[in-house]
């Protein structure tokens, strides 16, 4: 540096000349360079600047490509390489061997890259003196120069893979930092290429497991075209259609920086996001200037969506953001997907102390100290080191600085034995050799790391989000880190709560629930599907399934069930507290059935039970308590057995119990309304007909058990159960059930219990102690009630666990209503009224019974016959008859005329040792009712 010259003149003279001077042997401007000599040389190809303006010429003169944009994260990576190389030069690691750098930069541009690279092979070129220092200028050569052993760079794929094709054939190791396309692991095409970064297809694999893990399945894509945006593309692609991600729609702009299509590229990209408004999510594996042109063509229909950003861009937000008329958050969100990032201190500490002494042989540094001080900032300001750190990509120190860190580690190895001082090297492919096979660690015991058989070191991802800080956007937000060896994320501290919370929704059709089967039409995408209910006994257990899973055997599933449950057999048990009701009342009904029993045996000889028939009472209260016990067949789990006790002892025992009711009904009848001469009142034999009634429904019972006797049978509900109950009849062809014989037994009960009825309702109007035909009619109507309401209910009812309590309910009406009308009033008579439970009471309303018949009359006389009253009340077999005959005689009761006579007569001679209970005298009285008519009225006198 001249003494003479002032820094910040001599800055801007050198500066200018840089920019705008013309080499004499190309149109290329000068590029930016770095230089530091060495034993080992490491050539560097960084994009300080992101593009190159060029303007093709009239005359066909070669016009000046001139470097464009200058992006001071990428001159920090340039400063990385000099620090790590700093760092291994002041360490023990190679001895006395040093390492040396030339750095230039590419401009971002593949033509450009390709010029800076043949600098560094052509040496029997001029290299450009103007970026030396005097000293340099004045003794040095072109056959001083030395080669570079080694090249780290460049960053772009497209770049990386030109500059590869020239070194190949040199067979010069390269070592790129940023370069991810599965291109360059083809060794047959590119030997010498390695990198410090995995290649594109993990990374694919990675934007598509974020996609997958937040159900993103109908997305966009947006790439550049060239070997990078193609491949990455590709294995998307293949990658997406593995996990089932669709893309919506997928556009490739043009790499041609003056392509007049490029607008139209970008409006029909903004269109295609405009257009669906299920698109969410945009993957873009896009350049950065690219992604400027698309983030200022935004409209406000196609904001507020996520962009899935790939490394090429992840971390390029002051450029792809450089005057966007839009604010980030206007934009939408941005998750970023970054090569592994690392810090290191020695580097915050390179910078911190970075002064103008630093741009020495340095020009790529010393043009942004001239950019400081054309804004008026001072280049020794203490605060620039903090400046610089934050426009550091965290990535670049880790990957530039495993790039340097791998070449010492080949170096010390190559060179262990040997000694490469005096002017004696080794064969670049030897290098390359010992790159191969080396060994390298970022931190002292840190995890070694080595590059593969292709060359490529598998380090990860990191998940970035961008955040709007102030007027800036921080890329430093790590969310989450990808292991390539695992293939999952590990997310930070509510990394994947925070990106769950932006409430994301990329879909083409709604999930289908647990329960639900996806269809996917022929026509349409696998994202682009409908839900349908899976049926019974099948089930679906996670979203988006696409077939129903059978149930296992011995479990069962409803419609739309997530889940079979094991199958619970089901009835009507014991343990029902309902059960337990009926059960209890089935137990009162036997013992106040044998309370009855016992006080009748007890007063046996008492008008009140000789008057109720007592031996066919005895026969009906038997019957009571079979159909009271049959009560008890209808609880617990179903058998065979049980299911046939039950009905037929019910059936037999209640028709017993209404056949002795219907004998009860005839006997009244015969009592009180036929002529005991006649020959029909002769034939009546009590037992015979209850035997006979009762013999129609063995008959029935046995044809019943026969043909179709009641069987167990499994009625499957939905509810995961099986109910088990009787099955009372045959199963018809269309699975409804045959209740034919069950019909006719309670058919056959019903008949008789109408029989006995329409002959009770005749003789309801009976004296008093003999009114047996009004409580048989009480008795009765209450069965039928309950048996025409339970007939129509159990035959159309479906099948329950609680089935067989309605008819055990039915069955219980029905013995209490038989049990409460014919036997309770008799039983509170010989219990609490005593004095009515004798001869001359029974007789005493014999008599007012007669006199109250014989007012109900329309002649106005009445004669009972006999001129001398005797009733004789006949108790043989058990039985009274004391019957009211027709007129005998006529006589006038008025005003002193002619008197009528009652007479009563013995209709039914009683036999020889049957005792005369009493004598009465009639006198006949002739009152006036209330109508004005003449009633007669006896009374009378024991």
Wanted: proline content about 4%; hydrophobic content about 40%.
């Amino acid at each position: 540096m001249d003494s003479g010259c002032g820094v910040g003149v001599f800055y801007l003279c050198l500066v200018t000349t840089l920019t705008w001077g013309i080499l004499e042997c190309s149109s290329y401007t000068r590029p930016l360079m770095a230089t530091k000599e060495g034993d080992i040389i490491i050539g560097g190809i960084f994009p300080i600047h992101e593009s190159v303006n060029f303007t093709n010429s009239i005359d066909g003169r070669p016009s000046p490509r001139t470097c464009s944009r200058y992006n001071v994260a990428r001159m920090l990576q340039a400063l990385m390489l000099i620090e790590a190389v700093e760092t291994i030069n002041n360490s023990t690691l190679l001895g006395n061997l040093t390492l040396g750098y030339r750095i230039l930069d590419s401009c971002s541009d593949v033509t450009t890259a390709v010029y800076v690279t043949q600098r560094f092979l052509d040496v029997n070129r001029t290299v450009c003196q103007d970026v030396w220092t005097a000293e340099d200028r004045t003794h040095r050569t072109s056959t001083d120069w030395q080669p570079v052993d080694v090249i780290i760079g460049g960053y772009h794929s497209e770049i990386s893979i030109a500059v590869a094709r020239q070194l190949s054939i040199h067979e010069i190791p390269q070592i790129s930092y940023g370069s991810t396309t599965g291109l360059l692991s083809d060794k047959s095409r590119f030997p010498a290429f390695m990198r410090t970064v995995p290649e594109d297809r993990y990374q694919a694999h990675a934007i598509v497991d974020i996609l997958v893990r937040y159900g993103w399945n109908w997305v966009g894509l947006v790439t550049t075209d060239g070997d990078y945006g193609r491949y990455i593309a590709q294995r998307f692609r293949e990658r997406a259609k593995e996990k089932g991600v669709c893309i919506a729609f997928s556009t490739v702009l043009p790499d041609i920086l003056d392509d007049r299509d490029l607008k139209t590229v970008v409006n029909e990209t903004i269109a295609n996001i405009e257009r669906d408004d299920r698109i969410g999510v945009i993957v873009s594996f896009a350049k950065p200037y690219h992604m400027m042109y698309v983030m200022h063509a935004l409209t406000p229909n196609a904001t507020g969506r996520t962009w899935l950003a790939s490394d090429n861009w992840a971390t390029s937000a002051p450029g792809v953001l450089q005057n966007s008329p839009l604010t980030l958050e206007e934009i939408g969100t941005v998750i970023g997907v970054t090569l592994k990032s690392s810090i290191s201190a020695s580097f915050n500490r390179y910078l911190e102390s970075l002064t103008a002494d630093h741009a020495n042989n340095n020009t790529i540094l010393r043009q942004y100290l001239w950019w400081l001080q054309t804004k008026g900032q001072s280049t020794a300001q203490p605060g620039l080191g903090e400046e610089l750190k934050k426009k550091v990509y965290p990535y670049a120190i880790f990957s530039v600085g495993m790039a340097v860190k791998a070449i010492a580690s080949a170096v010390k190895d190559l060179c262990a034995d040997r000694s490469y001082k005096g002017g004696k090297h080794f064969q670049p492919w030897m290098l390359k050799n010992a790159l191969r096979n080396a060994a390298f660690q970022w931190e002292p015991n840190g995890h070694p790391y080595a590059f593969d058989e292709r060359g490529d070191l598998n380090t990860g991802y990191d998940l970035i989000l961008w955040r709007q800080n102030g007027q800036e956007v921080d890329m430093g937000d790590i969310v989450a880190k990808y292991s390539i060896e695992s293939g999952n994320f590990t997310f930070m501290d509510g990394g994947d709560t925070l990106i769950a919370n932006l409430n994301v929704t990329s879909r083409c059709s709604a999930s289908c629930p647990p329960g639900t089967r996806k269809i996917i039409p022929k026509d349409k995408e696998v994202c682009c599907f409908e839900c349908e209910d899976c049926t019974e006994n099948k089930f679906t257990n996670a979203t988006n399934m696409e077939t129903c899973l059978e149930c296992a055997e011995g479990h069962w599933s409803g419609t739309r069930s997530q889940e079979c449950r094991e199958i619970e057999e089901v009835f009507f048990g014991w343990e029902k507290p309902f059960a337990i009701v009926l059960v209890s009342f089935s137990a009162l009904g036997i013992v106040l059935t044998l309370v009855v029993l016992v006080l009748f045996l007890a007063r046996w000889n008492t008008p009140v039970v000789r008057s109720s028939v007592g031996p066919v009472s005895l026969l009906l209260l038997l019957s009571l308590l079979g159909s009271f016990s049959s009560t008890v067949l209808f609880v617990g789990r179903p058998t065979d057995a049980q299911c046939q006790a039950r009905q037929v002892l019910f059936g037999l025992s209640f028709t017993l119990c209404i056949s002795c009711v219907l004998a009860k009904s005839l006997k009244i009848v015969l009592a009180f309304r036929i002529n005991p001469s006649q020959s029909l009142a002769k034939l009546f034999q009590p037992y015979l007909i209850i035997a006979a009634c009762v013999s129609v429904q063995v008959v029935i019972c046995a044809v019943w058990l026969t043909q179709s006797a009641p069987r167990p049978r499994r009625w499957d509900n939905q509810n995961g159960k099986v109910i088990l109950l009787c099955q009372e009849g045959s199963i018809k062809a269309d699975g409804t059930e045959n209740f034919l014989y069950f019909g006719l037994m309670l058919g056959y009960i019903g008949a008789l219990s109408l029989l006995g009825f329409a002959i009770a309702f005749q003789n309801r109007i009976l004296p008093d102690c003999y009114n047996e035909a009004r409580f048989i009619t009480f008795g009765l109507l209450i069965y039928l009630i309950c048996w025409v309401v339970f007939g129509p209910i159990y035959a159309h009812a479906e099948a329950g666990e609680d089935q067989p309590a309605v008819e055990m309910m039915v069955i219980l009406f029905s013995a209490y209503g038989l049990l409460g009308t014919l036997f309770l009033p008799k039983c509170y008579v010989m219990l609490f009224r005593r004095e009515a439970n004798t001869k001359e009471a029974f007789l005493r309303v014999i008599r007012e019974h007669n006199f109250r018949a014989s007012l109900d009359q329309a002649a106005p006389e009445i004669s009972l016959t006999s001129h001398s009253s005797e009733l004789s009340l006949s108790m043989h077999s058990s039985s009274s008859q004391a019957c009211l005959v027709g007129p005998a005689g006529e006589t006038e009761a008025r005003n002193g005329g002619p008197s009528s006579v009652m007479q009563l007569v013995h209709v039914a001679p009683p036999p020889p040792n049957t005792p005369v209970i009493s004598e009465t005298r009639c006198d006949v009285v002739v009152v006036k009712n209330r109508k004005k008519k003449d009633l007669i009225r006896c009374n009378t006198v024991h």
